[in-house]
């Protein structure tokens, strides 16, 4: 009983108010030296690629930030999920606020993997599986964040872009697949993002360095969103 | 149960046949949207080929689509839906049965007249016909009953129709790259098998899901 009470304890938005604002700020400090070191690492120390030369280094961006962008979907749905089940306000606002910091980084992730591929592929956009799939990931955060916009009533708003999420996130592994099977078909392996083997250590050390910076710039942005939505709301 | 699905399958056909033309307006956009392909590529038929399939696919989904508005707002306009919602019988039943008049409308006519756009194509041998056909009779149920989630969601919304396309579309991606990759496999000399029965387990799965979701949408639109 007791801890069911605590375990709830935080989900009223009122309580939630000043504990997201401490932990945004501190996951924004941590952001801040993670991201230079992530950075120092990936652009000074790591070494230059065989095949590649120095234009690899924009995956110390890119292999992040694809990272984000399928990860915060899948929490954002989580959240949706959670909303619908207990009709707790607080979820579905975590998950609208996470939603711009998702697409923010899919755009991330495809602007850098053009930039990317410029270079290596000679082009800047290919169909390959995973560009195409970034792409329609993109599509379905922004069709998240306009039904939830075009919906006047915040709680109709709240449960409709809910029942997306989750729809969508059912959707993501079959449009995958559905995709990749479709590039094999079409044009065989002539573009596959397959590295190297074994990757450096340093190179590694760079992309966990930067995954962990955008994590907790993820966590501070989304927080500091929803301390913006529950102050419009409440 | 099953009388309440007939029922109301019944009662959407018929209303549709006293407003044929809205049928025809979506079947006339089929057609339409597949003769500007060759406008603006050119009509060598060594171009038209090989894009046939995915052009012909992409008119039936945008087909599917423009349609999709009209499966509950007439309903939701005078009250009908909400009296479904209140009534004995299961909405996912109604859901379903609602979807299948829709794929009745809107669905079966593409199915019957691609061949004959393929045949402006010059798609190919009359096997590629049935493929393309078989492939749109399994295709288009799909889009029918997932569409049917975004309209669910969208109802009565301004600017429906436009968030309509960006909800669904992304979500039809699947149901476009079997289909339209069975007649490819067809028509380079390869069994349309395999893309077939991916056709077909997509439409099993939305059979079995989507009328969950789309009741859950209307209870959220109507709350």
Request: include cysteine.
């Amino acid at each position: 009983m007791n801890t069911t009470a605590r375990w709830f304890w935080f989900s009223s938005p009122q309580t939630f108010f000043p504990l997201a604002g401490t932990i945004a700020r501190w996951c924004a400090l941590g952001a801040v030296p993670l991201a230079a070191a992530g950075l120092y690492v990936g652009l000074l120390v790591a070494p230059t690629d065989a095949q590649q030369g120095e234009v690899y280094r924009i995956i110390f961006i890119h292999v992040p930030a694809a990272w984000m962008s399928m990860l915060i979907y899948l929490v954002m749905a989580g959240w949706a999920a959670v909303g619908l089940a207990f009709n707790t306000r607080l979820s579905f606002m975590m998950a609208q606020a996470l939603a711009p910091t998702g697409a923010l980084f899919t755009f991330i992730a495809l602007w850098t993997g053009a930039l990317w591929g410029r270079p290596t592929w000679g082009a800047y956009w290919v169909w390959d599986a995973r560009l195409t799939s970034e792409l329609i990931l993109l599509f379905l955060y922004l069709g998240f964040m306009a039904l939830h916009a075009s919906i006047d009533d915040v709680r109709r708003a709240d449960r409709a872009s809910a029942l997306l999420a989750i729809v969508g996130a059912v959707n993501v592994p079959i449009i995958y697949y559905s995709v990749k099977w479709w590039n094999t078909l079409h044009q065989g392996a002539s573009v596959s993002l397959t590295k190297a083997p074994s990757m450096a250590t340093t190179m590694l050390t760079g992309m966990l360095l930067m995954a962990l910076a955008f994590w907790l710039y993820s966590i501070a942005a989304a927080l500091v969103r929803v301390r913006c939505i529950i102050r419009e709301r409440e | 149960m099953l009388a309440v699905a007939r029922c109301i399958v019944h009662r959407d056909l018929l209303l549709a046949l006293r407003r044929r033309s809205d049928v025809a307006t979506a079947l006339l956009f089929f057609v339409i949207v597949a003769s500007l392909f060759p406008l603006g590529v050119g009509a060598e038929p060594h171009l038209l080929r090989p894009i046939a399939p995915g052009v012909i696919w992409v008119a039936a989904l945008l087909s599917s689509m423009l349609s999709l508005a009209r499966l509950f707002a007439a309903d939701h306009a005078d009250g009908t839906l909400e009296q479904m919602l209140l009534g004995a019988a299961p909405l996912g039943v109604v859901v379903v049965a609602k979807g299948l008049a829709h794929w009745l409308i809107a669905g079966l006519p593409l199915v019957a007249i691609a061949p004959l756009i393929g045949l402006q194509y010059d798609l190919g041998g009359p096997g590629l016909y049935g493929v393309l056909a078989l492939s749109l009779l399994l295709g288009t149920p799909v889009l029918s009953l997932i569409g049917a989630i975004g309209a669910a969601l969208t109802l009565g919304l301004r600017g429906g129709g436009v968030l309509l396309a960006l909800l669904v579309l992304p979500l039809y991606v699947p149901v476009l790259i079997f289909g339209a990759g069975s007649v490819e496999m067809a028509a380079s000399g390869l069994s349309p098998a395999g893309h077939l029965l991916l056709l077909g387990a997509l439409l099993v799965a939305a059979i079995a899901f989507s009328p969950w979701a789309v009741a859950a949408a209307l209870r959220i639109a109507m709350d």
